[in-house]
């Protein structure tokens, strides 16, 4: 059981290393407004997460499995308390398996967090270009209700 675990968390930590890839090739498409390339990652970012929820169910799996089995070990037990039940050499490999993916997890947040900061601020610049184009202005109404104002001014001449 052990063993299947540490095979588990090491293959978790494999598709963690091969999303962050992606999310660097994603910044790399977004800055470039590459939107086929950025089409093309987020097909294999999904199948990725994908493969990452299947794995986790049987993580979760595999750790019922050993309450059930190891008489000291309780739902109660962080994964760090339950590694060190595990007979030699199977702690440190577990724990330093549960470290590198927590390592990568970590770095793919930072890299969303990122990418969606960059994707938000270029759509915003694409909605104001389109409002140009358009003759569509938006501003903020303050007081009490809030809210926005919407104009519009007609940019070309339809009469033609």
């Known amino acids: 059981?052990?063993?299947?675990?540490?095979?588990?968390?090491?293959?978790?930590?494999?598709?963690?290393?091969?999303?962050?890839?992606?999310?660097?090739?994603?910044?790399?498409?977004?800055v470039?407004?590459?939107l086929k390339t950025l089409e093309r990652l987020l097909k294999r970012e999904e199948d990725i997460a994908k493969s990452v929820q299947a794995l986790e169910?049987?993580?979760?799996?595999?750790?019922?499995?050993?309450?059930?089995?190891?008489?000291?070990?309780s739902k109660e037990m962080q994964?760090?308390?339950?590694y060190k039940l595990?007979?030699?050499?199977?702690?440190?490999?577990?724990?330093a398996a549960h470290d590198?993916?927590?390592?990568?997890?970590?770095?793919?947040?930072?890299?969303?967090e990122v990418n969606n900061?960059?994707?938000?601020?270029?759509?915003?610049?694409?909605?104001v270009r389109l409002g140009q184009i358009?003759?569509?202005s938006v501003d903020p109404i303050y007081g009490r209700g809030g809210g926005e104002h919407v104009s519009h001014h007609q940019n070309f001449e339809f009469k033609a």
């Open 1 to 30: 059981m052990w063993q299947e675990l540490l095979d588990i968390l090491t293959k978790l930590g494999k598709e963690y290393q091969a999303l962050a890839g992606l999310g660097q090739q994603k910044h790399a498409a977004l």
């Open 117 to 127: 900061l960059l994707a938000q601020g270029a759509l915003g610049a694409v909605n």
């Open 32 to 34: 470039g407004v590459d």
């Open 57 to 73: 169910q049987q993580r979760q799996a595999l750790f019922i499995r050993l309450y059930k089995a190891v008489p000291s070990a």
């Open 134 to 136: 358009g003759g569509t």
């Open 100 to 112: 590198q993916l927590g390592r990568l997890a970590d770095q793919v947040k930072e890299q969303r």
């Open 86 to 95: 595990a007979s030699p050499p199977f702690p440190g490999r577990l724990q």
């Open 79 to 82: 994964a760090r308390d339950i």
